[in-house]
């Protein structure tokens, strides 16, 4: 099991950037493939990035070529890089962890972007 915090959201303004952070507290995080969702207001959550446990990423939509997904296993740490932010990035920003039928989820951390 894994415990998940997620820290780095705040304002932004469009064109700016943030990186997010994810950290584990207890765990063998190494194990876990890791990915960074993310909810806009009145929406479901999805996917944005992921990392596999190998280090092989994946993109999904408006974030591809934007958007960073790295992980440091040394830190226990996971970190989503946000470059080029547009008002629609905006929303909470969840890390989880997925190992088979198990999943982690943190608390959230809130991305706001606007001028």
């Known amino acids: 099991q894994v415990q998940l915090v997620e820290s780095g959201g705040g304002l932004v303004q469009p064109g700016g950037s943030l990186r997010l952070s994810c950290t584990s507290s207890?765990?063998?995080?190494?194990?876990?493939?890791m990915g960074w969702y993310r909810q806009a207001p009145g929406k479901q959550r999805e996917l944005a990035a992921a990392?596999?446990?190998?280090?092989?990423?994946t993109y999904v939509g408006a974030v591809k070529g934007r958007f960073t997904i790295s992980r440091d296993n040394a830190k226990n740490t996971m970190y989503l890089q946000m470059n080029s932010l547009k008002p629609e990035d905006t929303g909470v920003y969840y890390c989880?962890?997925?190992?088979?039928?198990?999943?982690?989820w943190g608390q959230g951390t809130q991305v706001t972007v606007s001028s």
């Open positions: 207890k765990g063998r995080f190494e194990l876990y493939s």
């Open positions: 989880q962890a997925n190992r088979g039928r198990f999943e982690y």
């Open positions: 990392i596999t446990m190998g280090g092989s990423t």
